[in-house]
């Protein structure tokens, strides 16, 4: 069973911080999206990155798959706290022959004015 | 298209009963997930569909459980017997299937509390 391993599992800091997150696994995933997910609602998509050492940006977020593609991490600059929230990255077995998808257990992030 | 609707957000019921929920997908998504969740934790995969064919189910999904895609279009979740142990958010995501990277789109989710 391919498993996601996501660092730091909870992050509490000051407006104007920078932040990284990481997702780790010893698998390799045809790709990688990153959720973010507030309370009592679904995850929302962020972004998906499918090859190896892409860096994609989305304003003040920049991801990053890793080259081998079994690892991710997730930059947030000068963080807001409308940047609070549970961030989930999740791995596509795709090519492996499935659709299904693993999450790692996430980031709790908390942003303080 | 107002996105993935589930139904109903909150369902509280006492041990021993059967649970239903809906989840209707984004029109023409053809693939289809459940997926369970409980405080502090990341979704955890349950079934997933393509149309209406179950195509993979997780070992969490117990003999209880069981999930239906007539025809392609929505879908239901059955829980039998519940027991305290199935309290948790249950999500549903649909997906085109046809763009790298499987992109999900999330219903809002029903909490279910089993007392």
């Known amino acids: 069973t391919q498993l996601l391993e996501q660092s730091p599992q909870f992050l509490s800091i000051q407006e104007g911080e920078n932040l990284t997150v990481y997702c780790n696994s010893s698998?390799?995933?045809?790709?990688l999206q990153w959720y973010r997910q507030e309370p009592g609602e679904g995850p929302v998509l962020l972004v998906t990155?499918?090859?190896?050492?892409e860096v994609k940006k989305l304003k003040r977020l920049t991801f990053q798959f890793g080259d081998a593609r079994k690892d991710s991490s997730l930059h947030i600059t000068a963080a807001q706290p409308g940047d609070t929230g549970l961030y989930l990255c999740?791995?596509?077995?795709?090519?492996?022959?499935?659709?299904?998808?693993?999450f790692g257990a996430g980031t709790r992030l908390f942003v303080k004015a | 298209d107002t996105g993935v609707s589930q139904n109903p957000r909150h369902k509280i019921t006492k041990r021993g009963q059967n649970v239903t929920f809906r989840c209707d997908p984004i029109?023409?998504?053809?693939?289809l997930y459940w997926y369970r969740q409980t405080l502090g934790q990341g979704p955890e995969f349950l079934t997933y569909f393509q149309n209406e064919a179950q195509l993979e189910k997780s070992r969490l999904l117990s003999d209880r459980f069981s999930a239906e895609r007539p025809k392609g279009s929505f879908s239901t979740l059955e829980i039998q017997r519940t027991e305290q142990g199935d309290s948790a958010m249950y999500l549903c995501?649909?997906?085109?299937?046809?763009?790298?990277?499987?992109?999900?789109?999330f219903g809002a989710g029903t909490r279910l509390s089993v007392l």
């Open positions: 990155v499918v090859t190896g050492g």
């Open positions: 029109s023409e998504h053809n693939r």
């Open positions: 995501a649909s997906t085109p299937g046809d763009r790298v990277g499987n992109i999900q789109y």
């Open positions: 698998s390799v995933f045809s790709s």
């Open positions: 999740a791995g596509d077995e795709g090519d492996t022959g499935g659709f299904k998808t693993i």
